[in-house]
């Protein structure tokens, strides 16, 4: 049938056959500005810190927060550093970098944004207890330079620095607003970015009304934004396709297919950074013996996991997400290369653990429950029996990360990948990240060689040591990526003109909603 | 004795939660039963018959007062009583269960008791008037006098000790009435059980009694003597009954 | 004097049931997998930052000193902090109740209006060859198709067209199916029951219509049981209707608490738990107060 | 003579039944193919080597459909039998003996109500493991208030008459009374309650599952298959078709064979009206 | 023979398993009260249901006639049938508590009855059949004793002022001072309105000293009718006879009193002669062989093949 093979084509993502490279899509600039946007989104900013963007660790809350707060640099849609907040930026040697800053910038309140808002902003990120410090990397001095130039001076070279500072974490805040106690950044929110709330109704919605002191005239293009939480996929599918929302995030990796016949409903899928991995625990005496990890990452058939499980819509991927520059083939990898199902046979018997059989432990959220079971035929195609656990989101992390040593066998889940091939890596070292202390050992080989690949700079060199760390977290077998994890948006090609990367590395879904343009009529 | 009431009142809170009254069923009664004896108990509507005779069966404790069944107070488990009383209820139309065939519930006593049936069903039927063939017919496939006689039947297949029948002839036919009441007697004669026979029909009541009390507005106003009773009743409501025959 | 003795007896056992309630829920909350620090903070939360949090709600405290805490508060109508919206959740339950009530509202009333005719007719019917077979077949088919699937199919299709799907007549509609088929069933056995009786007989013998006697017999005599079914319909829905207010997203209060038990959002849940336990028990002590006016044997024997 | 007499909408309600029932029981379901197996493509509408379609894992739907019927009917009848003896005991119980064991168990009833049914799912989740018992132990939670109170209604009607108390004087204990005398008289609300309940509980472990309490993967459920089908619905009919037919089909026998249960338990004729 | 209000003609009658009626003929004029008596079993309900078609729906109607004022009640249609129930017809049966709807008070519900007649006012329907109407009207049946509650359903039967009242053994469960209210009131406004009444009964006394005329019931069929002194004091049937004799209340203290020997019989298809035959003492032959015809004796309607050899020797023991 027709409609059967339109969700296996890869990429299925019926963007803009027009869009340049790099991105899905591209906002017809010819539209008049102006207009309300109304969207769709399966999850909102839900963190016990609030809405600080220091503290965010979940990528739907830097999305909501992209709207109202910006960073000195972003990213392109190649994942180089662009301009932002500051307008230019200069490396004088690979420890220091000196960012000057854009002129006219003021938050949303109408006060001009300073070189102490910048310097406050970064000095207070450094002195919280957030993720986000450990991915700025080795800073050492943040300082003003002058009311226009900010220089930061790291302790070593650290290659992800400026991919770091482009993620909302790294946002400037209106400091003298922060530190006379005028605002507290975890119940609203204030900033230099293109939206300001009008007003939140938690797990309900948001509406937006556009800052009308942003820097980057003739934006943001549309007047308003209302953003619509709707958890249930079919409330989504539904709002898109009766024009409620002009814009909706999908969780459902076939909603091309399923979307296929709706009116004007254009379904892109946007590759991203993140991946998903198998954890398996190594402090747990089913996985101590290196063999058995290696025979079971040997066994999985990660292009599988990708066509059927993704629906094609993914791709597998090593260590440093497949789809950065630089990253790893994950084609030549040991496991790739070591013999499947048969060789994984052999040395589950050489480790004595012929007829293994262990559980799997997932939350409900699909695909979850869809690569679970690919993973379990798989390993079945080894002699290894898998039992797949489904439990709430709050039970498994509490099973996963709750316990020291953890009490599972074997654990799914995934990671954002970020805009540098190096950052995700160190959550390979359990010191550096210590959410997974409970269920991996350290390895000071491969921690030195996350160290080594952060600290080269960009290039054939630091390539090679990816290609290293990639190798040995693969031998390693403690946490076992697997496949990257596509983004899938839907929205109304006869209500609005969006501007979308081809690949995000931030899972933000709404960072070019500036330039997204209402059509009208 | 086998069975001895001293002053017993019983009462019962009556009416909606929000208008409750008290009401004395009975008021401050006593009567004893000898062993082999059958007592009539007569009296209009609502004086209180069968609330006596419900505690006589234990089946209601008195609000205040004594009752001794067998010179013992009733005891905490009636399993103790099992197939010693029994009784044929007021009402033939809810005295049977619906969903049980007229056989069961004659043998359930016996089932009570663990003993085996046997031919006692279709002998106890026949006694009645009833033919073998009933047992296989549910309650509402009877006539109401079919379905008086299946209670007595059910009542006396233990042989117990002690019975209480309420209004048990009323809905027969004279032809079957007498049938039963020479069933009682022949029974009362061969077994020796006591009786407390109340009805309104004093006819049926001379027949089987050997002593009676007159019952009104809850108190008993007269205990006497069958033969005495009906040919020199000593209170004036008791001659006003006897009047009406 | 009588009437407030009997409601503050009621009263007192409706208190207690809720007591009783609350320390479940807390002491449930409490041993649910999955930490509320885990659950909010995420994976990558560090030790001090848990520290922060617990702190900040009162958890490093013991369980007895918390739930003393909180019944304080709740006793003087504080509901608590939501950990995750930090707003009161008095005022989010508040915010919530008149989507959940007046969905309930237009289901229940469907319920009640479509399903009783049904199954008065379904039982009058109920003789080989009377029509009634059709009816049981109707109402068995609004038990058997679920609450999610049919939500699904109207939700997809009614967009489809470009309709939309806001409003609750549509969910009411999807809610009510169900209740509807519940309702019909439930009244078709209470009104069997009144026919066999023999006031119906009675009426018959007197030349009444059918139609005047389910009208003044049957449908008093019947309905006991369908209020009790009313009652505990109404108290699922007061409730939240989950699936629905999912499907058709509506900040509900079911979605609310059950997301809320998803984060190990402690306050919301036990809000929400006691506000479902009383709306249940309210709706149960008005069942009674009904059944008896309706029908005076029962109310002598409440 | 102990037939079992049923007019034809509910022995074809029963037929129906056995004919859903029987197949997944048996060695039938091994024919079908390995229900877990991926065979071919994803999304293949039906045809040759899966007689159903395959679903979103290339798995063919026919195997899953009858696993699924087996899971569904056992898990829910077996959560609706709980039910309908716990509803059954209490409710009889209750409604024989009435005073303070009736309050009891009435607010014992009332807290098990309040007690959200996703709650006791996590919880008994996190003691068994998740998976069947916990939908199981939430059916019953939900299907429990209603039905006890509706056995009590009418058990507190057959409380008061005299067979009843001709039992009790005869010295039957009380198993006896309730069970032969209270039980069999309130045994038709049970019957409709309890298909009623079959229902909920079909619904219940649909929802259950959807949120990932219920029936772990890659056992099949009708309430799972259904609710993966339900995204499906445009693109690949046939995952909901299949499933959902069979659904409503086991559903709607399983009433009206309640229906005609119900009506089989009340040897009285109901009058005409006419 | 004065014209007929009520006929019923060769009427038979089955339930499944057991046949009620066998062939029963009776005939009540208009204005004419009439005892039906006879053992238990022997079809008096069944008769009395027959007659409105108020029968379950096992029963089944497998020959002869109904006909109320001319009107066949068995092949009516039904908005004639209720029309014929609702003008002509009124019933009182024997549990009369719960004859009334449990869940209306007394006044609502004869009020629902004359609002449909629009005439008659609920205190005085009360006080007609000798009620405090103020009390009665406001209480629920329950809390009516039996015999106001009889008399409650006898002032809705009454409402209407039927043609033909079918009493189906209305004071069975009453106390002797308040069945003979109960029966005061009916008889005094049967002949007031010009009421025939069809009673059936087991009190063979009340049903001489109050009816004209006594039909005798036996294995489904009238085997006996006449004017309600000859028939009791004169039978022409010998169990006209056994029955008079077993009274209780006839008998004297001591005496052993003599019920009808032998069982009633049971039914399943038509009884091949005299369904009396194996308890009758003046059995011959023919009696278990041959369906009796009625036969003409004084006054009586007998069916017996003897009747006519037994004039005289069929004594009441009194
Ligand atoms: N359970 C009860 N609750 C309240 N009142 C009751 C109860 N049982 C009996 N009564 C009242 O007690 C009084 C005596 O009733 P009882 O049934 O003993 O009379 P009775 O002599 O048997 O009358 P009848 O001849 O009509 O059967 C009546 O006024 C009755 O209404
Ligand atoms: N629903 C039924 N199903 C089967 N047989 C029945 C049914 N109703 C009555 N019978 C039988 O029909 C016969 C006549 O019953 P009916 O009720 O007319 O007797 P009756 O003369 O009124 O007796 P009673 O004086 O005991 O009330 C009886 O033998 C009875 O067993
Ligand atoms: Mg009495
Ligand atoms: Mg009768």
């Given at each position: 049938g027709g409609t059967a093979a339109a969700p296996g084509t890869p990429g299925g993502a019926s963007a803009d056959a027009k869009a340049p490279p790099g991105y899905l899509a591209l906002a017809d600039d010819k539209l008049p500005a102006g207009g309300a946007l109304s969207f769709a989104v399966h999850i909102d900013s839900g963190a016990a810190t609030g809405l600080d963007p220091q503290l965010a660790d979940v990528a739907t809350s830097w999305q909501l927060m992209s709207l109202v707060y910006e960073t000195l640099v972003t990213v392109g849609p190649d994942f180089a550093p662009k301009p932002a907040l500051a307008e230019s930026w200069e490396t004088p040697d690979p420890k220091t970098y000196v960012f000057h800053l854009r002129k006219g910038v003021a938050f949303s309140n109408g006060r001009a944004m300073t070189a102490d808002d910048v310097v406050g902003s970064l000095k207070r990120l450094l002195a919280a207890k957030s993720v986000w410090r450990g991915q700025l990397g080795p800073v050492e001095k943040v300082a003003k330079v002058d009311a226009g130039t900010v220089r930061v001076t790291l302790a070593e070279p650290y290659t992800p620095f400026l991919a770091a500072l482009a993620n909302v974490p790294a946002a400037v805040l209106p400091m003298k607003e922060i530190e006379a106690g005028s605002l507290d950044p975890a119940k609203a929110m204030l900033g230099t970015g293109p939206f300001k709330v009008q007003d939140h109704?938690?797990?309900?919605?948001?509406?937006?009304?556009?800052?009308?002191?942003?820097?980057?005239?003739?934006?943001?293009?549309?007047?308003?934004?209302?953003?619509?939480?709707?958890?249930?996929?079919?409330?989504?599918?539904?709002?898109?396709?009766?024009?409620?929302?002009?814009?909706?995030?999908?969780?459902?990796?076939?909603?091309?297919?399923?979307?296929?016949?709706?009116?004007?409903?254009?379904?892109?899928?946007?590759?991203?950074?993140?991946?998903?991995?198998?954890?398996?625990?190594?402090?747990?005496?089913?996985?101590?013996?290196?063999?058995?990890?290696?025979?079971?990452?040997?066994?999985?058939?990660?292009?599988?996991?990708?066509e059927v499980a993704l629906g094609g819509q993914g791709r597998p991927t090593g260590v440093t997400p497949a789809g950065l520059p630089g990253a790893c083939d994950p084609a030549t990898l040991p496991s790739a290369t070591g013999g499947g199902a048969a060789k994984a046979k052999e040395l589950l018997a050489q480790a004595g653990a012929a007829g293994l059989s262990f559980t799997l432990s997932i939350y409900a959220t699909e695909p979850a429950p869809a690569v679970a079971q690919v993973i379990q035929q798989n390993l079945q195609q080894a002699g290894v029996t898998v039992r797949i656990e489904q439990m709430d989101e709050a039970s498994w992390a509490g099973k996963v990360y709750g316990k020291v040593p953890a009490p599972f066998d074997s654990a799914l889940s995934w990671f954002a990948g970020y805009a540098d091939p190096g950052m995700v890596t160190t959550w390979w070292n359990p010191d550096v990240a210590g959410f997974n202390q409970g269920f991996m050992q350290a390895d000071k080989d491969l921690n030195a060689l996350i160290a080594r690949a952060g600290a080269t700079p960009a290039g054939p060199e630091r390539d090679k040591a990816l290609a290293e760390v990639c190798a040995k977290v693969d031998t390693d077998s403690q946490m076992v990526p697997l496949v990257t994890r596509p983004a899938t948006i839907a929205y109304r090609a006869d209500a609005v003109s969006p501007s979308l990367y081809a690949t995000e590395g931030y899972g933000n879904l709404l960072r070019l909603v500036a330039d997204a343009r209402v059509k009208r009529g | 004795m086998i069975l001895e009431l001293d002053d017993v009142t019983v009462s019962f809170t009556t009416g909606p939660p929000l208008r409750r009254r008290r009401l004395d069923a009975v008021r401050g009664i006593s009567l004893a039963v000898a062993e082999g004896e059958t007592l009539g108990v007569v009296g209009e509507s609502g004086s209180g018959?069968?609330?006596?005779?419900?505690?006589?069966?234990?089946?209601?404790?008195?609000?205040?007062?004594?009752?001794?069944?067998?010179?013992?107070?009733?005891?905490?488990?009636?399993?103790?009583?099992?197939?010693?009383?029994?009784?044929?209820?007021?009402?033939?139309?809810?005295?049977?269960?619906?969903?049980?065939?007229?056989?069961?519930?004659?043998?359930?006593?016996?089932?009570?008791?663990?003993?085996?049936?046997?031919?006692?069903?279709?002998?106890?039927?026949?006694?009645?008037?009833?033919?073998?063939?009933?047992?296989?017919?549910?309650?509402?496939?009877?006539?109401?006098?079919?379905?008086?006689?299946?209670?007595?039947?059910?009542?006396?297949?233990?042989?117990?000790?002690?019975?209480?029948?309420?209004?048990?002839?009323?809905?027969?036919?004279?032809s079957v009435q007498a049938q039963i009441l020479n069933l009682l007697k022949d029974l009362q004669a061969e077994f020796g059980f006591s009786a407390l026979f109340i009805s309104h029909d004093l006819g049926a009541v001379r027949y089987v009694a050997d002593r009676i009390a007159v019952m009104r507005d809850g108190e008993i106003v007269e205990t006497a003597d069958a033969a005495a009773f009906y040919t020199a009743p000593e209170h004036p409501y008791s001659r006003q009954l006897l009047e009406s025959l | 004097m009588r009437l407030l003795l009997w409601w503050g007896g009621r009263a007192l056992s409706s208190a207690v049931t809720l007591l009783g309630i609350s320390v479940l829920i807390f002491a449930a909350l409490r041993l649910m997998p999955g930490g509320f620090a885990e659950t909010i903070l995420g994976p990558f939360a560090t030790p001090e930052q848990k520290a922060e949090l617990a702190a900040r709600y009162g958890l490093d405290q013991s369980v007895l000193a918390q739930y003393g805490h909180w019944l304080a508060a709740f006793g003087t109508g504080d509901f608590g902090t939501s950990m995750i919206s930090r707003q009161p959740v008095a005022a989010e339950l508040a915010a919530r109740l008149p989507v959940t009530a007046q969905l309930t509202l237009l289901a229940v009333a469907a319920a009640v209006l479509a399903g009783v005719p049904l199954g008065v007719v379904t039982a009058v019917r109920a003789r080989p060859g009377g029509g009634g077979g059709a009816g049981r077949l109707l109402s068995g088919l609004g038990v058997s198709v679920p609450e999610f699937a049919l939500g699904s199919l109207v939700v997809f299709v009614v967009s489809r067209y470009g309709l939309q799907t806001t409003g609750y007549l549509l969910p009411a509609a999807v809610l009510s199916i169900f209740a509807i088929s519940a309702t019909a069933r439930t009244t078709r056995d209470a009104v069997l029951g009144v026919l066999v009786e023999q006031h119906i007989t009675a009426a018959v013998a007197r030349g009444e219509t059918p139609w005047f006697i389910i009208r003044h017999h049957i449908l008093r005599n019947a309905a006991g049981p369908v209020l009790t079914l009313t009652a505990t319909i109404t108290a699922y829905l007061l409730g939240g209707a989950l699936i629905v207010e999912y499907l058709f997203n509506l900040p509900g209060i079911g979605s609310y608490v059950v997301q809320a038990v998803g984060r190990r959002d402690y306050a919301v849940v036990q809000a929400g738990v006691l506000l479902a336990a009383a709306v249940f028990i309210v709706m149960n002590v008005l069942v009674d107060l009904l059944v008896g006016l309706v029908d005076p044997r029962l109310g002598r024997r409440a | 003579m102990k037939k079992l007499r049923l007019d034809p909408l509910s022995l074809a309600g029963l037929a129906c039944l056995l004919l859903l029932v029987l197949p997944a029981l048996g060695s039938l379901v091994d024919a079908a193919g390995d229900p877990d197996a991926i065979v071919g493509p994803r999304l293949q509408p039906p045809g040759p080597g899966w007689w159903l379609g395959t679903d979103n894992l290339g798995r063919s739907v026919l195997p899953r459909v009858m696993e699924g019927v087996g899971t569904t009917l056992l898990l829910s009848s077996a959560a609706v039998l709980v039910t309908a003896a716990l509803s059954a005991g209490f409710g009889v119980l209750a409604?024989?003996?009435?005073?303070?064991?009736?309050?009891?168990?009435?607010?014992?009833?009332?807290?098990?109500?309040?007690?959200?049914?996703?709650?006791?799912?996590?919880?008994?989740?996190?003691v068994a493991g998740p998976g069947q018992l916990a939908a199981l132990a939430s059916i019953v939670l939900v299907t429990i208030p209603l039905m006890t109170r509706l056995v009590r209604a009418a058990a507190v009607a057959v409380a008061g008459r005299d067979y009843v108390t001709a039992a009790v004087i005869s010295g039957a204990r009380l198993p006896r009374v309730l069970g032969r005398h209270v039980l069999p008289n309130v045994a038709g609300t049970i019957a409709v309650q309890g298909t009623y309940a079959l229902s909920v509980g079909i619904s219940v472990e649909g929802g259950l599952s959807f949120l990932g309490f219920g029936v772990q993967p890659p056992q099949a459920s009708l309430g799972v298959l259904i609710r993966q089908g339900g995204t499906y619905m445009m693109a690949a009919p046939w995952l909901i078709i299949g499933p959902g037919a069979v659904l409503v089909l086991a559903i709607l026998s399983i009433n009206v064979f309640g229906d005609g249960l119900r009506d089989r338990f009340e040897p009285r004729e109901t009058r005409s009206l006419v | 023979m004065d014209k007929a209000l009520l006929e019923v003609d060769g009427l038979v009658v089955d339930y499944g398993r057991a046949r009620a009626l066998d062939g029963a003929d009776l005939r009540v004029a208009a204005g004419q009260t009439v005892g039906v008596v006879g053992e238990s079993g022997s079809g008096k309900s069944t008769l009395g249901a027959a007659i409105g078609r108020l029968l379950p729906r096992q029963a089944r109607v497998e020959a002869g006639e109904v006909r109320v004022a001319g009107e066949p009640v068995l092949d009516l249609r039904p908005a004639e049938l209720r029309r014929l129930r609702r003008n002509r017809l009124g019933f009182v049966f024997q549990d009369p508590i719960a004859s009334l709807d449990p869940t209306m008070r007394v006044g609502r519900q004869l009020r629902l009855v004359l609002g449909r007649e629009g005439r008659g006012d609920v205190a005085g329907q009360l006080a007609r059949v000798g009620l405090d109407a103020a009390r009665v009207a406001s209480a629920y049946p329950h809390q009516l004793s039996g015999g106001m509650a009889q008399r409650v359903a006898i002032a809705l039967a009454m409402a209407a002022s039927p043609e033909l009242l079918v009493a189906d053994e209305p004071t069975a469960s009453l106390d002797a001072q308040v069945r003979e209210k109960v029966l005061d009131v009916v008889f005094t406004l049967a002949a007031g309105a010009g009421t025939s009444i069809v009673w059936l009964s087991h009190d063979l006394p009340a049903v001489a000293r109050r009816c004209d005329r006594v039909a005798v019931m036996y294995g489904g069929r009238v085997v006996e009718s006449g004017p309600a002194a000859a028939v009791l004091g004169a039978p022409a049937h010998p169990y006209t006879a056994a029955l008079a004799g077993s009274a209780p209340a006839a008998a004297a203290p001591g005496v052993r009193l003599r019920p009808v020997p032998g069982r009633p019989p049971v039914l399943t298809g038509p009884s091949p002669g005299c369904a009396f035959e194996p308890r009758c003492p003046f059995a011959e032959e023919r009696c278990a062989v041959e369906r009796p015809a009625p036969v003409r004796v004084g006054e009586q309607d007998a069916l017996c093949h003897r009747a006519a050899d037994l004039v005289g020797e069929l004594e009441v023991v009194a």
């Open positions: 109704r938690q797990d309900v919605s948001w509406s937006f009304v556009r800052n009308e002191h942003y820097w980057d005239k003739g934006k943001p293009a549309a007047d308003s934004l209302s953003v619509t939480i709707a958890p249930e996929e079919a409330a989504r599918v539904a709002a898109v396709q009766n024009g409620s929302a002009a814009l909706a995030s999908l969780g459902n990796v076939d909603s091309a297919a399923m979307l296929a016949g709706a009116a004007d409903v254009k379904v892109a899928t946007q590759a991203t950074t993140d991946f998903y991995y198998l954890m398996l625990n190594s402090k747990n005496p089913k996985f101590a013996d290196p063999r058995v990890r290696q025979a079971v990452n040997m066994a999985l058939d990660r292009k599988q996991i990708a | 018959k069968t609330t006596t005779s419900r505690v006589a069966l234990g089946l209601q404790r008195p609000t205040s007062g004594t009752v001794l069944f067998d010179g013992r107070p009733f005891p905490r488990r009636r399993r103790d009583l099992a197939g010693r009383i029994q009784a044929v209820l007021q009402h033939p139309h809810w005295s049977l269960n619906p969903r049980m065939r007229v056989g069961q519930s004659v043998a359930e006593p016996l089932a009570v008791l663990g003993r085996p049936a046997g031919s006692l069903v279709a002998e106890a039927l026949e006694q009645v008037g009833l033919g073998a063939g009933f047992a296989e017919r549910y309650p509402h496939e009877l006539s109401g006098g079919q379905r008086q006689r299946v209670s007595i039947a059910r009542a006396l297949i233990t042989r117990p000790s002690f019975v209480v029948l309420d209004e048990a002839v009323s809905a027969l036919d004279v | - | 409604g024989y003996r009435g005073g303070y064991l009736n309050e009891l168990i009435m607010r014992v009833v009332e807290v098990l109500y309040s007690f959200p049914a996703i709650v006791l799912a996590v919880l008994v989740a996190a | -």
